[in-house]
């Protein structure tokens, strides 16, 4: 499985930014599949940003609920986390993550997901 993500980039502060991650090789079932997106920033600690399940529930860590919002298109091969009203703590290099059988849905559990893009650098100036 791979998992390819896009548009990271700079940004200032209160501005928007789309990240897209693109799947594919997945050839399992769905029932039971989460995708969900981590941050590590250069302290070095990963948080789970969104996570949402096989039957569309989503899930958003408190730091960026109602700013970020997390959506996966009908044949789960993108994934996108539309970003707005972007802080500088928000900087951090962005991972997409999937994971199959995904019985508990935890956010915090996505940076531990079996598979995982390249990341995609975003930074938020004051």
């Known amino acids: 499985v791979t998992l390819v993500e896009s548009g990271g980039g700079s940004v200032q502060a209160g501005g928007s930014l789309r990240l897209s991650c693109a799947v594919s090789?997945?050839?399992?079932?769905?029932?039971?599949?989460?995708m969900g997106w981590f941050r590590q920033s250069s302290e070095g600690g990963r948080e789970g940003v969104a996570i949402?399940?096989?039957?569309?529930?989503?899930t958003y860590a408190d730091s960026v609920k109602g700013r970020f919002t997390i959506a996966q298109d009908n044949a789960k091969k993108t994934l996108s986390l539309q970003m707005n009203s972007l802080k500088p703590e928000d900087t951090a290099m962005y991972y997409c993550a999937a994971q199959a059988p995904c019985e508990i849905v935890v956010l915090a559990t996505v940076p531990l997901f079996g598979w995982r893009g390249q990341g995609t650098q975003v930074t938020v100036s004051s």
């Open positions: 949402i399940a096989s039957d569309g529930t989503a």
């Open positions: 090789g997945y050839t399992g079932s769905y029932s039971s599949y989460c």
